[in-house]
């Protein structure tokens, strides 16, 4: 649980110092949106049981911008949740090489480390496709870095 606020500020980019005391996680959680303390609990706690509610909490979001059924809104918003989770290469695993007698780039990234998500892979899982979801999908993956980083932004503002 303690790693979950130093990954968020680490994911921020902003060159924030690392909380290192449950005192300082406590105080995060508390400064933070019901989706942004969903969303450490799922990624850095394993309390998975909170990803329903982070689903729900996003499609809600998604149906009031877009014109979405709410099957499909909430496929979105699972889909941006999953990218989100597990945005690792399935080959290399985020390691960004492999070893094959000797250790060499990962041929699946390129030496990125990350997943590419091809836009058939998330037409087949949304099970639609089109401008209003992919434009949906965006909304969901800025609305999921906006509440895990301002997490940690306003834990630091209230820890001073
Ligand atoms: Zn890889």
Partial sequence: MRESLARAVNSSDMGME???????????????THLGSYLLRVRDAGQT???????????HKIIKRFRLSRKIAEN?????????????????GGTKQIIVDKII?????GGSGVHRFTDTERRVKIG????????????????????????AVRARARLG
């Avoid at 049981?49 to 499609?59: G, N, P, R, V, Y």
Wanted: with cysteine; aromatic share 6%; charged share 15%.
């Fill in 18 to 32: 690392i909380y290192t005391t449950d005192v300082d996680l406590v105080a995060a959680m508390s400064a933070g």
């Fill in 49 to 59: 049981e909170f990803s329903h509610k982070a689903m729900l909490l996003l499609a």
């Fill in 76 to 92: 979105v918003a699972a889909q941006a949740l999953i990218e989100w989770l597990r945005p690792h290469c399935r080959c290399c």
């Fill in 105 to 109: 780039p990962c041929h699946q990234c």
């Fill in 128 to 151: 639609a496709g089109g401008r209003s979801v992919s434009d949906g999908l965006d909304y969901a993956q800025r609305i999921i870095t906006q509440a895990a980083c301002g997490m």
